[in-house]
């Protein structure tokens, strides 16, 4: 099976990270959010990979070429960010005639048993209930428990089953087709081709489609969602297990994932923070944080904030989101 990543977003709602670094790149637990989908997908048999990039592009395709190059995996340029139907409908070339393949949002983390979901008999969309349908696109079900109608971020949803970004389609040329229907149509929903018009339109022409409830699902576009992510990713895969070096007269408080080389010492560390590599921490307290790579914290204490690379701060009890290459004094 093919897996199809779309990558190619800005990731606004993560500034200032995201100006020098792709949404999927932000680490959480320990490393980029794009490995652990890959690695989740690898785990269920899926070799062959397809990677929508667009913005920060080459920063992406360099990390994937190194920390995964044992792949099957290509890269397909969206040069104009016009929406998810659009981001799939420019790699058709690399999986048209497929007998059926995945699709997976590159900047969203979920649990649920993916063989169950592969499983499926119909092409099928994991969905998870949510109190404020409005922002994400939802699924409506027919008397057999079907889905009658997928929209995006409706105004008045009818429908609190939100779509969680992970598809499996079984009609695959009939998905391309109804790709191109509504690009070359110029059918546009909130200004942008959605992939949601193009299931609409699969619908309509006689296509079943089912659901599958995740368990969890962080959609890592805002600061409080990475951090919750950063959290259940920490107790999830047990770091607490793993054995530690010593740094002096600090505590660690678990789950913590400290990155190779860091210099820690009289201070306080966690619970669920990650610390990104050759980051120096003296005389502070951080908790419920992430910190990047080559980052300083000195005499500061630290709550619920995200910390990007080659950063410095000095002196502060704050909540903070500071992109990378800042320093901030507060003495």
Known sequence: MKAIIPVAGAGTRLRPHTYTRPKPLIPVAG????????????????????????????????????????????????????????AVWVA???????????????????????????????????????????????????????????????????????IVGVYKIKEVDLLIESLDYIIKNDIRTLGEYQLTDALMRMIEQGTRLTAHRVNNWFDCGRKEILLDTNAMLLKRLGYNTKPKP??????????????????????????????????????????????GNYSTIEDVLLQKSVIGSDAAIRGASQSLNIGDNTEIDFN
């Not at 044992?70 to 040069?79: N, T």
């Not at 860091?262 to 502070?284: D, H, L, M, R």
Request: with cysteine; aromatic share 8%; hydrophobic share 35%.
């Open 246 to 291: 010593t740094y002096p007269n600090t505590i660690i408080i678990e789950p913590v994932h400290i990155g190779e080389g860091c210099e820690i010492k009289n201070s306080i560390i966690g619970p669920n923070v990650t610390i990104g590599n050759n980051s120096k921490i003296g005389s502070s307290i951080i908790r419920n944080s992430i910190i």
């Open 92 to 162: 058709r070339e690399t999986f048209q005639h497929s007998e059926e393949i995945l699709i997976a949002l590159g900047d969203t983390i979920f649990e649920t048993n993916l063989n169950v979901f592969l499983e499926q008999e119909n092409s099928c969309i994991a969905v998870q209930k949510v109190s404020d349908p409005r922002n994400f696109g939802v699924v409506e079900f027919d008397q057999d428990n079907y889905i009658k109608r997928v929209i995006e971020k409706p105004r008045i949803p009818k429908s609190n089953m939100a």
């Open 31 to 86: 490393k980029p959010i794009i490995s652990f989908i890959i690695d989740q997908l690898v785990e269920i048999g899926v070799q062959e990979f397809i990677l929508v990039i667009g913005y920060l592009g080459d920063k992406i395709k360099q990390y994937i070429e190194t920390r995964h190059k044992d792949l099957d995996i290509k890269f397909v340029y969206q040069d104009d960010r016009l929406g998810l139907g659009h």
